[in-house]
């Protein structure tokens, strides 16, 4: 699948998938985490990924303009070192117990994450025969759900590790006991982030002194690619163009769904938050599992007919969890994880296919189009809060994977 000379490329950029699901679903803990450390309500919770997808949409151009210039590699190196820089900033946000230190530390890190999904996602597509982009985009990005049940793991073993006082409890607590614990629960972030920053600051610098092919380090200035009519040509396709909206709602679907999944545990099965987290895990196992199983058979399957299958499910599953509680309904979302598996990389492939030359600026929009995981995790909260129980709230995934499915609807007739 990929020439010999670029394996080691390849892997070091299949690593980064592993870095950024670390990150992506840590933020899911850290909802759950940051609701009783600020007494937040569902839709200032919501707000961690509010501010973790703005720092996507934001960056996402600037990135593939940075591509223009300094080629796939350069780019790489600098959404790393953006991702240590936001992780190294929880320490300072810790000591200050502050929530909005921690949203900016969030927005640094997903500024730098959009530059490794605006640069990784399409030199992974172009590192072998365009045919099989779709199946080795899957697996690349069967890696990232291995790194989002690490980033679980760690919430849950380190984060979420403290004393789970109830609301009554904190509010009769002493002042001076209050105080102690919001400063041992804000210091829980502390020493994981420290870790992670400094792991993929030492991952930049190995991709720094690796030899890669010239696809990785070619720049576009000579034929202008990148710049605004490449953008402006691009917003003249209407095929491209539902492949972004499909991916503004996937995105939102899937953020949405394992952001509130502990919180819904919480309230339909009476769960603690440390063992929601656990069938968080689950979750990411069986999205995981998708992936790989996802890479498989579109070697039988034609790739859309897969995600038409899969996005139905996976609404089907969202409308069941929303009108059948317990640990029945908890089933139902954790389920629909395996289904989500295939449809991000599916979605990027399918929407960027034969776009050539304009590949990187089709990246960035589809990479902005991230920002549905800014939206609807807050429109869920507000959803929640409004209707006095998180469970309505699944209804709104329901509705993103219908128009995923809509999406493979009309790329498969506009194949045919």
């Given at each position: 699948?990929?020439?010999?000379?670029?394996?080691?490329?390849?892997?070091?950029?299949?690593?980064l998938?592993?870095?950024?699901?670390?990150?992506?679903?840590?933020?899911?803990?850290?909802?759950?985490?940051?609701?009783?450390l600020?007494?937040?309500?569902?839709?200032?919770?919501?707000?961690?990924?509010?501010?973790?997808?703005?720092?996507?949409?934001?960056?996402?151009?600037?990135?593939a303009?940075?591509?223009?210039?300094?080629?796939?590699?350069?780019?790489?190196?600098?959404?790393?070192?953006l991702y240590?820089?936001?992780a190294?900033?929880?320490?300072?946000?810790?000591s200050?117990?502050?929530?909005?230190?921690?949203l900016?530390?969030?927005?640094v890190?997903?500024?730098?994450?959009?530059?490794?999904?605006?640069?990784?996602n399409?030199?992974?597509?172009r590192?072998?025969?365009?045919?099989?982009?779709?199946?080795?985009?899957?697996?690349?990005?069967?890696?990232?759900?291995?790194?989002?049940?690490?980033?679980?793991?760690?919430?849950?073993?380190?984060?979420?590790?403290?004393?789970?006082?109830?609301?009554?409890?904190?509010?009769?607590?002493?002042?001076?006991a209050?105080?102690a614990?919001?400063?041992?629960?804000?210091?829980?972030?502390?020493?994981?982030y420290?870790?992670?920053g400094?792991?993929?600051?030492?991952?930049?610098?190995?991709?720094?002194v690796?030899p890669?092919?010239?696809?990785?380090?070619?720049?576009?200035?000579e034929d202008?690619?990148?710049?605004?009519?490449?953008?402006i040509?691009?917003?003249?396709?209407?095929?491209?163009?539902?492949?972004?909206?499909?991916?503004?709602?996937y995105?939102?679907?899937?953020?949405?769904?394992?952001?509130?999944?502990?919180?819904?545990?919480?309230?339909?099965?009476?769960?603690?938050?440390?063992?929601?987290?656990?069938?968080?895990?689950l979750?990411l196992?069986?999205?995981?599992?998708?992936?790989?199983?996802?890479?498989?058979?579109?070697?039988?399957?034609?790739a859309?007919?897969?995600l038409?299958?899969?996005?139905?499910?996976?609404?089907?599953?969202?409308?069941?969890?929303?009108?059948?509680?317990?640990?029945?309904?908890?089933?139902?979302?954790?389920?629909s994880?395996?289904?989500?598996?295939?449809?991000?990389?599916?979605?990027?492939?399918?929407?960027?296919?034969?776009l050539?030359?304009?590949?990187?600026?089709?990246?960035?929009?589809?990479?902005?189009?991230?920002?549905?995981?800014?939206?609807?995790?807050?429109?869920?909260?507000?959803?929640?809060?409004?209707?006095?129980?998180?469970?309505?709230?699944?209804?709104?995934?329901?509705?993103?994977?219908?128009?995923?499915?809509?999406?493979?609807?009309?790329?498969?007739?506009?194949?045919?």
């Amino acid at each position: 699948m990929v020439a010999q000379r670029r394996i080691a490329p390849f892997v070091l950029i299949v690593a980064l998938f592993f870095l950024w699901g670390v990150a992506n679903n840590l933020n899911d803990v850290l909802i759950a985490h940051f609701k009783k450390l600020f007494t937040l309500s569902d839709l200032q919770a919501g707000l961690v990924q509010s501010a973790f997808y703005l720092g996507y949409f934001c960056l996402a151009i600037p990135a593939a303009l940075f591509m223009r210039k300094q080629g796939y590699r350069a780019a790489v190196i600098l959404g790393l070192c953006l991702y240590g820089l936001g992780a190294l900033l929880f320490w300072p946000a810790a000591s200050a117990q502050s929530y909005p230190f921690f949203l900016g530390a969030l927005f640094v890190i997903a500024s730098g994450l959009a530059f490794l999904e605006t640069s990784a996602n399409p030199l992974i597509a172009r590192l072998g025969p365009e045919d099989s982009a779709s199946q080795r985009l899957n697996l690349a990005q069967a890696f990232n759900p291995l790194g989002s049940i690490v980033g679980v793991l760690i919430g849950s073993q380190f984060i979420l590790a403290g004393v789970d006082h109830g609301a009554d409890e904190l509010a009769r607590m002493p002042e001076g006991a209050l105080a102690a614990w919001r400063a041992s629960e804000a210091a829980a972030v502390q020493l994981p982030y420290l870790f992670i920053g400094v792991g993929v600051i030492a991952w930049a610098i190995l991709i720094r002194v690796t030899p890669f092919p010239a696809i990785a380090t070619a720049t576009d200035v000579e034929d202008d690619v990148g710049a605004a009519s490449d953008f402006i040509q691009l917003l003249k396709r209407p095929p491209f163009l539902l492949g972004v909206a499909a991916q503004f709602f996937y995105v939102g679907a899937q953020v949405g769904v394992w952001s509130f999944l502990i919180r819904y545990a919480h309230d339909a099965a009476n769960t603690s938050d440390q063992t929601g987290a656990h069938y968080l895990t689950l979750s990411l196992v069986l999205f995981m599992i998708g992936r790989f199983a996802g890479s498989a058979l579109m070697a039988r399957l034609p790739a859309l007919g897969l995600l038409r299958a899969f996005a139905a499910i996976g609404c089907a599953l969202c409308v069941f969890a929303t009108f059948v509680h317990g640990m029945t309904g908890v089933g139902a979302l954790v389920a629909s994880s395996f289904f989500m598996s295939i449809m991000y990389p599916t979605i990027f492939a399918e929407s960027v296919r034969g776009l050539g030359p304009q590949t990187k600026p089709a990246s960035a929009l589809l990479v902005m189009a991230i920002i549905g995981g800014a939206v609807f995790p807050a429109l869920m909260g507000y959803v929640s809060d409004t209707s006095g129980s998180i469970v309505f709230a699944m209804l709104v995934p329901a509705a993103c994977f219908a128009v995923v499915l809509l999406f493979g609807v009309v790329k498969a007739r506009r194949r045919t």
